[in-house]
């Protein structure tokens, strides 16, 4: 899907070029002369709603005011990422444990998960699924001992 979003493009006093997405609280680049600034808030736009996208949370709308100095770009980009889609940093920030503890949950199969490349990316449903029905602390009892204590 692509999106466009306006940029407002600043004269930097010891050279190059200022980048600044309004409608994005971090949405800060800059860049050598006008092109490299170009590239580097393509980038970071992309990046900026890859993130939203994966958390789920609503993409601001574009607000093309007309900037008091400066030079307003829209940058245009193509986001093709599937919803609800985390990096294994961003669900174990979530669950509050390691990445290694993360990856130790997709191999086996407690987080749905998809493989691209050499990176897993887990599915928000799963995360969250897990939040809502968390498990005990301790090993698992075996069937054995609980069958004796039925029994008993």
């Known amino acids: 899907m692509y999106y466009v979003y306006p940029a407002l493009f600043t004269e930097d006093v010891s050279g190059g070029?200022?980048?600044q997405f309004v409608d994005f609280e971090n949405g800060y680049t800059c860049g050598d002369d006008i092109a490299d600034a170009a590239v580097m808030a393509s980038e970071v736009l992309w990046l900026l709603i890859d993130d939203y996208l994966q958390l789920d949370k609503p993409l601001p709308k574009p607000t093309y005011a007309k900037p008091d100095e400066g030079?307003?770009?829209?940058i245009s980009i193509e986001v093709d990422t599937e919803r609800g889609m985390l990096t294994t940093?961003?669900?174990?920030?979530?669950l509050g444990v390691s990445t290694a503890r993360v990856r130790q949950m997709i191999g086996t199969g407690q987080l749905a998960a998809k493989k691209k490349g050499r990176d897993n990316?887990?599915?928000l449903w799963s995360v969250k699924e897990r939040l809502a029905n968390p498990?005990?602390?301790g090993r698992p009892r075996s069937k054995d001992v609980v069958a004796d204590k039925v029994e008993a």
Not at 71 to 74: F, G, I, Q
């Open 89 to 94: 940093r961003m669900a174990a920030g979530m």
């Open 135 to 137: 498990r005990s602390a």
């Open 71 to 74: 030079m307003l770009v829209a």
């Open 17 to 19: 070029y200022n980048v």
């Open 121 to 123: 990316y887990v599915y």
